[in-house]
């Protein structure tokens, strides 16, 4: 079986489907490369900006005419957009400490559709209520901006480890090395106060990414972290910045497994941003995305690694052998990234990628496959890793009383997929590959390459050719 992932279409190469018009709240860095991947989505344009920063609403402008995006509205007051009636969807990209608000207004405002960038919120008794809200809207789809499940290599990650490609899920690392936080208008991301700090502003991705893969219930959090050397010296109003900028969190899980967070903000000299390993009884699996602002990849490079070991083979050496096995060489390739997804955006393809399902997702009336749960379980377990080193001890999560939401999103991903309809000029991409014989159609085994439904060619090869 033959994969190919399908490239952007081109803008203006148009069908029959209407366009999906966004209403973006928040013009910052987020909002604007919500802008750009949308600029390449088929079938989709921005209708309305609001920012209340009058330079962040000019930078937005200069985008949609740069990606002649046509009449779009700019307006300063949030609830001036929601109440704009023919906006299918609504994205939530304002500073964290305001999101509360502004979803609250939204569902206010019957939004048929939102997307709320990370973190949902910033404080778990806040993410409990935007949960009360969610069930109490069953008509407005919900979904939280966690696209580093749809960076390629990670998704493909995510894919074999969930189709057992490596056996039983033991451990799990996740390492972050990069660039301090920019600066944000108001200097607002510099206080704990407005963000929830980093291990709920920055590393509720990868909480998120620990929680789908390993899908087992966290039990403990144990962290040790500081703020060590980035902004020691910023004053603002005579308040002194006070967010961490370097952790180690391990987190156990009720299944026995166990998951390491390495976050470092001050360590841009490195050649890749995020690199992920899972390792299990029968395997490991690694995968990579490069230093952040790369507008190329090196295809020689790889940034998927797996390599699988046969468990019995282990266990009949443990009674007989005195000597180190022979070598196992995993496999190394490169899961390329159009050019066009890195030029527009900043996280190898995967804000486009997000967008794309949200769009497929509002359109036929399909749940979010992030969803408020995951977003809060996400902030629940940031939470958890403060605490833990405010207080210098282990933090257990029955402390945050957040396990009767783990035990409703486990009912959740525990539920057969339906399958996906097509849908013409917006295919969606594919969460993970262990959904692709759900998703194909019947292949003749000519190596022909043919669409599927998820957005990706598929060809099958007889073995005789």
């Given amino acids: 079986l033959l994969l190919f992932p399908s490239p952007p279409p ?135 901006g966690m696209e580093y499940r749809y960076i390629p290599s ?22 972050e090395h990069r660039f301090p936080f920019l600066r944000k208008v108001g200097n607002w991301n510099r206080f704990k106060e407005n963000t929830g700090d980093t291990l709920v502003e920055k590393c509720c991705h990868f909480f998120d990414l620990m929680l789908h893969i390993v899908a087992s219930k966290p039990i403990r959090v144990f962290g040790s972290g500081g703020q060590d050397v980035n902004h020691l010296d910023e004053s603002y109003d005579g308040k002194k910045s006070n967010i961490l900028d370097n952790a180690f969190v391990i987190v156990d899980f ?109 359109r036929h009336g399909e749940a979010a496959q992030v969803d408020a749960l995951d977003g809060a379980l996400a902030v629940a377990l940031g939470v958890a890793a403060h605490r833990s080193i405010d207080e210098k001890r282990i933090v257990e999560m029955s402390e945050l009383e957040v396990d009767k939401y783990w035990e409703l999103r486990h009912r959740k991903h525990t539920k057969p997929l339906r399958q996906r309809g097509t849908m013409s000029g917006a295919n969606s991409y594919s969460e993970s590959l262990q959904n692709l014989a759900n998703l194909a159609t019947a292949l003749p085994s000519d190596g022909v390459k043919h669409l599927q439904q998820d957005g990706w060619d598929m060809a099958l090869r007889a073995d005789d050719q």
């Fill in 154 to 175: 990670v998704d493909r990650l995510i894919s074999e480890v969930h189709r057992g490609s490596i056996g039983s899920v033991k451990m799990l690392s996740i390492r």
């Fill in 10 to 144: 081109a803008r203006g190469a148009m069908n029959n489907a209407s366009v999906f018009k966004f209403g973006i709240v928040g013009g910052g860095c987020i909002g604007q490369e919500h802008i750009r991947n949308i600029s390449v989505l088929e079938n989709a344009t921005v209708a309305a900006v609001c920012d209340p920063h009058e330079k962040s609403r000019q930078q937005c402008e200069g985008l949609v005419a740069k990606f002649k995006m046509g009449n779009v509205k700019f307006v300063a007051d949030h609830k001036e957009l929601l109440a704009m009636p023919d906006l299918d969807g609504i994205i939530i990209a304002t500073p964290n400490h305001t999101h509360f608000q502004v979803i609250k207004d939204a569902f206010a405002a019957k939004v048929k559709s939102m997307l709320v960038e990370k973190p949902l919120c910033i404080t778990v008794e806040e993410c409990k209520e935007v949960l009360d809200l969610v069930e109490a809207n069953p008509d407005t789809m919900f979904w939280v």
């Fill in 254 to 362: 009720e299944g026995g497994q166990r998951a390491c967070l390495d976050i470092c903000m001050f360590a841009e000299a490195s050649k890749n941003q995020e690199e992920i390993c899972v390792v299990g009884d029968a395997g490991k699996v690694e995968a990579c995305a490069p230093a952040h602002g790369a507008k190329a990849i090196d295809v020689d490079i790889p940034n998927f690694v797996i390599g699988r070991v046969d468990p019995s083979t282990r266990r009949r050496r443990a009674e007989s052998d005195d000597q180190p096995p022979a070598p196992v060489v995993p496999e190394a390739s490169h899961i390329e990234i159009d050019e066009r997804l890195m030029e527009v955006g900043a996280h190898c393809g995967a804000t486009y990628y997000e967008l794309e399902a949200f769009v497929f997702a509002a």
